[in-house]
């Protein structure tokens, strides 16, 4: 039964990735949708970053002894003042580096 499951489940995803290969330029997103799909990349790599800089050992930490938070909200401002991607990696991780190495 498990097995059966799997497959089905598998099926599914493969269906829908699919589907949104082969019909690739025939049909037209409406405006409203390609707008918000823009946000998607933001969002996903925000949800995925914001938990790892905030919380300390598992407990929220919003103190200035956490060094990952410093390092990402200077990373976050050369982020909006730049707009460069190896510019901000560069920050953020020289920053929880530096910051890491200073605090030992």
Do not use: K
Request: net charge positive.
């Amino acid at each position: 039964m498990i097995w059966l499951a799997i497959l089905g489940m598998g099926l599914i995803t493969f269906g829908l990735r699919l589907s949104f290969l082969a019909l690739s330029g025939r049909l037209a997103a409406p405006d409203w949708l390609t707008r918000a799909l823009r946000f998607v990349p933001v969002a996903v790599l925000t949800a995925l970053v914001v938990p790892a800089i905030i919380y300390r050992e598992g407990v929220l930490s919003l103190s200035l002894s956490n060094e990952r938070l410093i390092a990402g909200l200077l990373a976050a401002i050369v982020a909006w003042r730049t707009r460069s991607v190896l510019a901000t990696l560069a920050v953020g991780m020289g920053g929880v580096w530096l910051l890491q190495a200073l605090a030992r």
